[in-house]
């Protein structure tokens, strides 16, 4: 049989400018998936026959996103660079609601993870997901993993280049790259278009912050070894402007690098953070550059002709010529006050007069942070297609975002979004809570963390005093893998068992932007029913120390641990 | 003393004349023929003029550096796999062809799949030596089926739109 035809592609997909902000294929593009598809059904045939063992097997799913969890196999979906055509979350939602039990979970990494999966079935289901042009390609192993940018990429106001076209340069440059797929250890790359960090580059293998050199020319600063799990490390600056055509083989030469050299001996040990601190980031620098030097830069350089090509492939969407101010906004605003609650944690200043991106939370009070029913994922789907363009991102925080809203629509896209699950106006507040499985799900965890989750949740419910309280990110781990990112909470909540029984560590003062840190310990962890009141006489001390506008981060800094050390105390 | 060779193809998949042996450090040499030896003992002997031809094995913490000036002798660079998850004999593969402009043969030993065939080759890997008990058909079968033996011009297979667009200037 043809292989092709097991990708028909999806009625009316894609129709031409109506989808926007995804990168488009062609009919190699599809060819290439349905070749890994076939691939892939091929090798999961020689599984089940026994022809391969599950030790060879293992790299071979792990580069298809299919994870051995303790009850069923884990498809990890790859959203590259976080952005969905809406025919594409309808696709997602379907999976969810034939394959899996009818919701899947947004992960840190941007991408969606399906529980339930047959390893059977796996084939088909990618061949499903190939209809839209999405696929599960090296969303684990040792591999270069999903790019990740900002959620508000194309969108922000405060842009100096688009991060999607490079992130899918870096996408097309990493998928299936014949060098580098036997990484010493996984391998993430995060991209932000702006000198505002909203991508956590710092916390990456490799973090790729754009900024404008001497001459106002935009271009990259590149940090390198950052990282969490059980050695958290803030990434450190190897370059401090790299020009744009010259990313590629800069990268090359830091994966060159780091192939031949990292650790191979031990499993934690593997990371490029080890590496360079066992090197020294100053030595490790000019390794890479040395690397670089001798990559041909004519031959690496990318051509500016490439980097248009790829950028005409987005759709681009056809803003309206509208005035900045919205008058049924600014009257909505003013007659309801709940409307103006959620503008308040919701929007982001779009860089296009009269737009502004809306973020849908997917943290209601008592939820399951990052999870969405089928049912969400197509409501979604059909507001974006409705109210932004047909686009939708994913933010790393586990929300979604339709990025390019009319002011004047905001009011009425609210009204429909007022439904329980995501209708909550608590972006960046205490209770858009990071949260991984933990114990409820995962193996490897050592406590549970939904329900500290859900329970600090329910403690700071009320909207007008989160609002009162302002900007405060929590994040929870079940266990150091810290895959909640809680080393860079403002606070952080870490899972740890302790003579066998559930307890928590906290931290405070993380941060995972620009000025990125990593939390410091407040004390012994405590047992699950005592973190509320915990948080709860931090907080207290915030609100009653600090200083006129000042967050709680900025508190933190200048009051010190000591000063919160004595509240926790009680 | 008759020795049965391990089984070697080439970049099609197809059997080859294996052509060379390798040999331990205290091995004797023999006669004739190719030798394929760890990289101390190239060095050790490379001043020598001896009657057979030479290879060398790197070990896969080997930097291909070490043998640069030697490669002009050299039949054959063996890359070698400890396990096919340890991927270093690919950049030690790019590193000969693209840093060195090595030419002649680079040959992957030990622990590979067909899965990784096409990859060894857009690396630089010349020839594949096999498992035992591994089916050379197996690995034609993994290549077709991943588009290795595709001749048509690089704009139009089935690759990234960058890769396409870029072939001609070298990114992979």
Known sequence: MDILEQIRPAEGFPSGGAQTGIYHYDRLDREFLAARIATFREQVERRLSGALTEQEFKPLRLMNGLYLQLHAYMLRVAIPYGILSSTQLRKLAHVGRTYDRGYGHFTTRQNIQFNWIALEQTPDILAELAEVDIH???????????????????????????PRVYAEILRQWSTDHPEFAFLPRKFKIALTGSPQDRAAIKLHDIGVLTTRNAEGIPGFTIYVGGGLGRTPVIGVKIRDWLPAQDLLRYMEAILRVYNASGRRDNLYKARIKILVRETGAAKFAELVEREFASLSGERFALPQAVVDTIHARFGAPQFETLPAQSGAFDAAVAADADFARWTRTNLHPHRVPGYASATISLKPIGGIPGDATADQMDLVADLADRFSFGEIRVAHEQNLVLAHVRRDDLYELWQKLRQPGIETPNIGLVTDIIACPGLDYCDLANARSIPIAQAISARFADLARQHEIGELHLNISGCINACAHHHVGHIGILGVDKHGSEAYQITLGGAANEQAALGQLLGAAVPAEAVPDLIERVVALYLDRRMPGERFIDCFRRLGMAVFKEAARG | MVETRPQVIDATGRAIDNGWTQLADAAPLPAAGGVILPLA??????????????????????????????LHRLGVVAVSFPKFRDGRGFTQARSLREHFGYGGEIRAVGHVLPDQFLSLLRCGVSTVELAEGQDPAVWRSVLALRGGLDTRPVAERPLPLLRRLAAPIGIE
């Open chain 1, 136 to 162: 599960a390609i090296q969303t684990s192993g040792n591999c270069i993993r999903n790019v990740t940018t900002d959620q508000f990429a194309g969108a922000a106001a405060d842009e100096l280049i688009d």
């Open chain 2, 41 to 70: 003992r190239l060095l050790a002997t490379a001043e020598a003029v001896l009657p057979v031809r030479l290879g060398v094995l790197l070990a896969p913490g080997d930097a291909p550096d070490a043998v640069a000036a030697l």
